[in-house]
């Protein structure tokens, strides 16, 4: 069932036809009978069965929805990645839809635009199909946000990359078939001089150095991976050589719409939650609900979330046009990570000593929300790419 706030959206502002309905229809029965029902565990083993989940996924026709036909796409219009965004936010932890969205919308989008079909064919179509698990590998254990700064080397050798370095924080990272990876190509500094490559995990030299252990999102494994003498073709490079860090800065722009989607559906569904919780839950004689502070408090949330859900499909409606959206998708994301953690932390609050423990959704959701504010760009490097955006920051500052 769509939910009320989404319900209300009709008429012209409604960007969603009867084929949308379907399609986020045929996931939530996906989600409820598929995965929300495995969580607790999948969060206790501290891993999700990617292969198993995504090859699912795939038979859906939910893996490639704006990707060719060519390659097992579906060849959709961006809302349909709207409804798999808001559809993944409601699944009862964070962990499994990040490793999911990392698979579909964040490791293979320049493959998908820039790769060659040569190249698409072999890693492209499996990851579309489930076959494979993909993942993107930039940060590293001295280069953050800051990635310019990145020193992992893919060295030319005859027609080979021959790659040395090391990447930490890789979601997926356990579990990949093949790594998305930014890396330098040439001895010039800065963001100059890098490219993206498909490293395909079987290839030796290849390590998940260690397995992560995190505050949240249990249920997705975080990897440090090393590279040591890690041979692979030329041939994989996506796009031209020296463009890698133009064409990770274009995946990052539908990387945070997505966490920021993902992040507004979940934040939505943790407060209508609270308010079941808080009608049935009694104080003093009366519902806790009844207190006008709390469901004063509440609509400010629902409020804030009905406003970042339409700013979100402005986003959406500036990518299906084909427009550049890093200014409002960085807006997005910064603005989202913030509202989950006022949302998380007042659901703590009203759920009060229950909400606590573990035993609840609520302190697995106070857990979770941090990572948005961090992941995939801190908020002062979305501030900062705002100021250039605006013009706050001389010229010169916009490398």
């Known amino acids: 069932m769509v939910s009320n706030l989404q319900a209300q959206t009709t008429g012209y502002l409604n960007p969603f036809s009867a084929e949308h309905a379907m399609f986020r229809k045929t996931l939530r029965t996906f989600i409820e009978r598929e995965i929300n029902p495995h969580v607790d565990a999948w969060e206790e083993a501290e891993i999700w069965p990617a292969h198993d989940v995504l090859k699912k996924l795939g038979d859906l026709g939910a893996l490639g929805l704006t990707y060719e036909a060519e390659y097992g796409g579906m060849e959709a219009d961006y809302w349909y990645t709207v409804v798999f965004g808001e559809e993944l936010g409601r699944i009862d932890c964070a962990g499994v839809p990040m490793g999911i969205a990392v698979h579909s919308d964040m490791a293979t989008p320049a493959l998908a635009q820039w790769g060659t079909p040569e190249l698409k064919r072999q890693y492209l179509e499996p990851a579309i199909r489930g076959d494979m698990v993909a993942a993107v590998a930039v940060t590293e254990p001295d280069a953050g946000s800051d990635v310019a700064s990145i020193r992992t080397f893919a060295r030319l050798d005859g027609d080979d990359y021959v790659i040395n370095g090391a990447k930490l924080y890789i979601t997926n990272g356990v579990q990949a078939d093949w790594i998305c990876l930014l890396a330098r190509t040439s001895d010039e500094g800065g963001f100059r001089g890098m490219s993206l490559i498909v490293v395909p995990t079987s290839t030796p030299g290849f390590r998940v150095s260690r397995k992560l252990k995190k505050l949240g999102n249990h249920s997705s494994d975080t990897a440090e991976l090393s590279f040591e003498d890690v041979r692979v073709p030329v041939s994989n490079r996506i796009g031209e050589e020296g463009m890698g860090f133009i064409l990770q800065m274009q995946q990052f722009q539908k990387e945070r719409l997505i966490g920021a989607i993902m992040g507004i559906s979940g934040a939505e569904r943790a407060v209508r939650r609270t308010i079941d919780y808080l009608k049935m839950r009694q104080t003093f004689g009366r519902p806790i609900i009844d207190n006008q502070f709390v469901h004063f408090k509440l609509v400010e949330l629902i409020t804030e979330i009905e406003m970042q859900r339409q ?89």
């Open 311 to 399: 700013f979100s499909y402005h986003c959406a409606a500036k990518i299906a046009a084909g427009e550049d959206v890093t200014r409002e998708a960085s807006m997005a994301k910064l603005k989202v990570g913030r509202l989950m953690r006022e949302v998380a932390d007042w659901c703590m609050q009203f759920h009060g000593g229950i909400g606590y423990m573990e035993e609840t959704w609520v302190s697995r959701y106070y857990r979770d929300a941090r990572l948005t504010s961090i992941g995939g760009g801190a908020d002062e490097i979305m501030l900062g790419i705002i100021a250039k955006y605006e013009g706050i920051l001389p010229p010169r500052s916009r490398a």
